[in-house]
């Protein structure tokens, strides 16, 4: 039984080795001096409440504008896929737009495309030559994905890309409230 604990203990700390070019910070995502930071969109790309919000309002049109080419070319952006623009009058670069799943209890394959939303904001910064990235916590807010388990999947899909791609300076989990801070925090320091 000891041996039993003890070996899940081994696991459970093996499981939240933190790469080092992780980064967490509590703050206003659109503020960031960043190559690219991620918004947190809907398919339409049209903008709405939250971060997204608070991202076309520090931007300016231009990215509604691009936003609404790329919808008129491709048509709605899945879930789990994102695509990019560039950032208006913000001081990042880019603006990568990745759709999260809205919580709708779990049984909805909800955990996967949160992974899928992820691993293709990070794969488009890499086809970008994007090397830092900046990620809101994606899902936990209008969306309602359960924060613990939003911050689970961010931090193990982005420690799996970075151990997989070497080159990437680092990813920043820019954290607006309390609640996701404290979880983060805790993940992060964990190691
Ligand atoms: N900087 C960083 N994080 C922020 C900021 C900010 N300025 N503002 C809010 N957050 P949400 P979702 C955090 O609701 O759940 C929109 O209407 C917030 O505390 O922005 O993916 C879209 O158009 C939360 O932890 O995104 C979609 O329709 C996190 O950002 C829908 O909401 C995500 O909350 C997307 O919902």
Same mark, same amino acid.
């Given at each position: 039984m000891i041996f039993l604990i003890l070996t899940n203990l081994v696991l459970q700390k093996k499981e939240i080795?933190?790469?080092? +070019?992780i980064e967490l910070i509590k703050g206003d995502i659109t503020k960031l001096e960043i190559e690219a930071i991620v918004n947190a969109a !809907? +398919?339409?790309?049209k903008g709405g409440g939250g971060v997204d919000g608070a991202i076309h309002k520090a931007a300016g049109p231009i990215i509604h504008e691009e936003c609404m080419r790329i919808i008129q070319k491709m048509g709605e952006c899945p879930t789990g896929e994102s695509c990019i623009t560039s950032s208006g !009058?913000?001081?990042?670069?880019y603006v990568i737009h990745t759709v999260g799943p809205i919580w +709708?209890?779990?049984?909805?394959?909800e955990p996967e495309l949160l992974t899928k939303s992820y691993r293709s904001a990070l794969e488009l910064a890499v086809e970008f030559g994007i090397k830092e990235i900046a990620f809101p916590?994606?899902?936990?807010?209008?969306?309602?994905?359960?924060k613990e388990t939003a911050a689970d999947i961010a931090l193990k899909e982005t420690n799996d890309f970075l151990s997989e791609n070497p080159k990437f300076k680092k990813v920043v989990f820019v954290c607006f409230d309390d609640e996701n801070y404290d979880i983060y925090k805790k993940r992060i320091n964990e190691e």
């Open positions: 080795d933190m790469d080092k +070019r !809907n +398919r339409q790309l !009058n913000m001081p990042s670069k +709708r209890g779990g049984k909805m394959h916590n994606i899902s936990t807010g209008i969306y309602s994905f359960p």
